[in-house]
C-alpha cells in the first residue's frame, strides 16, 4: 500500500524513477533556455546602438551569425522543453515507455539517453 491508501502496481516505482528524470531534465532545460535567452538578450543589446552593417562590417557579419547561432540553440531547447513536458503528461497517463508506432516497449536505455523518446529503436530507424 502507498501513503495515500491505493496499492501499488508493479509499474509504480519505475513511474516514479522515469518521472524523477523527466523532472530533472525538465530543471536543466529551463537553466538552458534562461543561459541562451540572456546571451540573446547581450548580442541584441551589443548590437542596437551599434551601427555595423551586417553585411559589409566584417564585425557585423560575427555578431548576426552569433545571434543567429544563438537564436537556433534557444529554439532548440525551447522544442526539447516540450518534448520533455510531453513524455512527463506520458508517464502520468501510463503510456510512457511505449512506442507510439508499433505499441511496443521502448528499450529503458533509449529512455535513459533520450527520455522524451517515443518511437523504438526499430520505428525511429524507420523513419529514417
Request: glycine share 8%; proline share 4%; hydrophobic share 35%.
Amino acid at each position: 500500500m502507498t501513503d495515500g491508501g491505493q496499492e501499488e502496481i508493479g509499474g509504480a516505482a519505475p513511474a516514479r524513477a522515469q518521472r524523477q528524470r523527466l523532472v530533472q531534465a525538465l530543471a536543466e532545460n529551463a537553466d538552458q533556455v534562461t543561459d541562451l535567452e540572456q546571451q540573446h538578450a547581450r548580442f541584441v543589446e551589443a548590437s542596437k546602438d551599434s551601427n555595423a552593417d551586417d553585411e559589409h562590417d566584417p564585425e557585423g557579419a560575427t555578431i548576426a551569425f552569433e545571434r543567429e547561432q544563438v537564436t537556433a540553440l534557444l529554439d532548440r531547447a525551447r522544442s526539447s522543453r516540450a518534448a520533455i513536458e510531453q513524455a512527463l503528461a506520458r508517464v502520468d497517463d501510463g503510456r510512457y515507455g511505449t512506442c507510439e508506432r508499433c505499441g511496443g516497449p521502448i528499450a529503458p536505455a533509449r529512455l535513459e539517453a533520450r527520455p522524451e523518446a517515443t518511437t523504438c529503436i526499430a520505428c525511429a530507424a524507420a523513419r529514417r
